[in-house]
């Protein structure tokens, strides 16, 4: 892994032990910066906020892995990250939480889940975002998909699929997106749903990669096979209702170019609402897009969104094999309905 210092930097703790993980495992400030990712950022805004995006990410990272006891972990991001932009430093939390986990269990012993006790504690509003963070480690560590995806909830597993396409395409689009590889890791259990997953993740990076431009998304996107392009189309009005960087009329473009995606664009930010409302996040961007896209504000999309879950079968114990997961089936329950209302 990269050694990382982000210029969002929060305080240190006193542990030698944290102080150790945070130089030998940090991210550095580099490895956000668009201009070194590659990326086509052709407005200076959009890639000031993308960076700043990467930056708190990198900052909640860290403090995961300088002190990761939940309580005062929360406390931390929420004092010290401005509203807005916890959701970020949440997710870098969640990958720094998932690394230590993974690190205690090459010791000897068992030792509590400090992924779990953020998830169940105070960081369970932003439940989602944490389970992508969790994610990134699976293409940062040398670990199986399947011990991180069975200890979390159904609902929570695949977004941390969702995280391992993020980073795909985030640090190695050339090959991830150009070249339309996937790894060879994503097979096994429930091996069809992982790879779907995946794609959403990578779908969300594009909007990274190429700079909230909306016409070279979706050229991006032309160019996959028609099978993977609606789970790429969720990812980018996900990343486009939660991440920003679009007035209404460039969101209005981009449902034009996903055409007969469009609705996986809506059920994106219908989630991204979600997301952003259980986690005090409302910000105006996403009522921008939810209304272009979902035709109804932010904190509707969300309420839409969590009606739609409720109503649903609830598995606890749904196994990774199985062939459309209950996540799967909220996903197109909201696509549906958004599209029926779009036809009346």
Same mark, same amino acid.
């Given at each position: 892994m990269n050694t990382l210092r982000a210029t969002a930097t929060l305080p240190m703790s006193s542990s030698l032990?944290?102080?150790? /993980?945070?130089?030998?495992?940090?991210i550095s400030t580099g490895a956000t910066r668009t201009e070194r990712r590659g990326f086509r950022v052709a407005v200076p805004a959009v890639g000031e906020r993308l960076e700043r995006i990467?930056?708190?990410f990198a900052a909640g990272y860290h403090a995961a892995l300088v002190d990761p006891r939940a309580e005062p972990l929360a406390d931390r991001l929420h004092a010290e !990250?401005?509203?807005? #932009?916890?959701? *970020?430093?949440?997710?870098?939390?969640?990958?720094?939480?998932a690394l230590v986990d993974f690190l205690a269990s090459l010791g000897p012993g068992r030792r509590p889940s400090r992924l779990a006790e953020l998830l169940e504690g105070p960081g369970h509003r932003h439940r989602y975002l944490v389970? !992508? =963070?969790?994610?990134?480690?699976?293409? /940062?560590?040398?670990?199986r998909t399947a011990p991180l995806l069975a $200890?979390?909830?159904?609902?929570?597993? #695949?977004l941390a699929l969702d995280g391992y396409g993020f980073h795909h395409g985030y640090f190695g689009w050339r090959r991830a997106v150009v070249r339309q590889h996937r790894p060879g890791r994503l097979a096994g259990p429930g091996a069809a749903y992982v790879r779907r997953a995946f %794609?959403? =993740?990578? =779908?969300? $990076?594009?909007? *990274? !990669?190429?700079?909230? %431009?909306?016409?070279?998304?979706?050229?991006?996107i032309a160019a996959f096979p028609a099978a993977r392009r609606g789970d790429l189309w969720s990812g980018v009005g996900l990343a486009c209702a939660y991440a920003g960087g679009l007035e209404a009329e460039g969101v209005g473009r981009?449902?034009?170019l996903a055409d007969g995606w469009a609705g996986d664009l809506a059920q994106g930010a219908a989630f991204a609402a979600k997301a952003r409302i259980d986690g005090g996040e409302a910000v105006p961007h996403l009522d921008t897009a939810c209304t272009v896209l979902c035709g109804r504000p932010g904190a509707?999309?969300?309420a839409l969104t969590t009606r739609l879950e409720r109503e649903l079968d609830a598995r606890p114990d749904e196994p990774l094999e199985v062939a459309v997961p209950l996540y799967e089936d909220w996903r197109r329950r909201v696509r549906d309905v958004l599209a029926a209302e779009e036809t009346r």
């Open positions: 032990s944290g102080r150790f /993980r945070r130089a030998l495992l940090g990467g930056t708190t !990250v401005p509203a807005g #932009w916890r959701g *970020f430093a949440f997710e870098g939390a969640g990958m720094g939480l389970a !992508v =963070g969790a994610g990134w480690t699976l293409a /940062r560590l040398p670990r $200890s979390l909830e159904p609902q929570l597993r #695949w %794609d959403q =993740g990578l =779908g969300r $990076s594009l909007w *990274f !990669v190429e700079g909230a %431009d909306p016409q070279r998304i979706a050229g991006r981009l449902r034009t509707a999309a969300a």
